[in-house]
């Protein structure tokens, strides 16, 4: 599952959760933090919000930095072999 500082993470985390629980598959949460763009208060205690609940739950948290989400996201998936990608955020 991809996060962003969306802010219905909680409902949509769930639905990640039971979709790695019906393939019965390890639930990755990764966040890409663009170098070049800083994070406000609320946004940064969102993302560490939505850390606490992955460790809590005992999910992997994985915090990146790229200019290139698309590609940091891929990677993530090719190196974990992930199969299924849910993407939590906001077009711009």
């Known amino acids: ?3 962003s500082t969306y802010r219905n993470f909680l409902q949509l985390r769930q639905r990640g959760a039971r979709i790695a ?3 019965n598959a390890p639930f990755y949460a990764v966040f890409v933090k663009v170098p070049e763009r800083f994070l406000t208060t609320a946004e940064s205690l969102h993302v560490e919000t939505c850390e606490k609940l ?3 739950f005992n999910r992997q948290f994985l915090r990146l930095n790229s200019t290139n989400i698309a590609k940091a996201i ?3 998936a090719q190196q974990y ?3 299924q990608v849910v ?3 906001e077009s711009q």
């Open 1 to 3: 599952m991809c996060i």
């Open 21 to 23: 629980s019906y393939m």
């Open 54 to 56: 992955c460790q809590q």
């Open 74 to 76: 891929s990677d993530v």
């Open 81 to 83: 072999r992930v199969t």
């Open 87 to 89: 993407v939590i955020g």
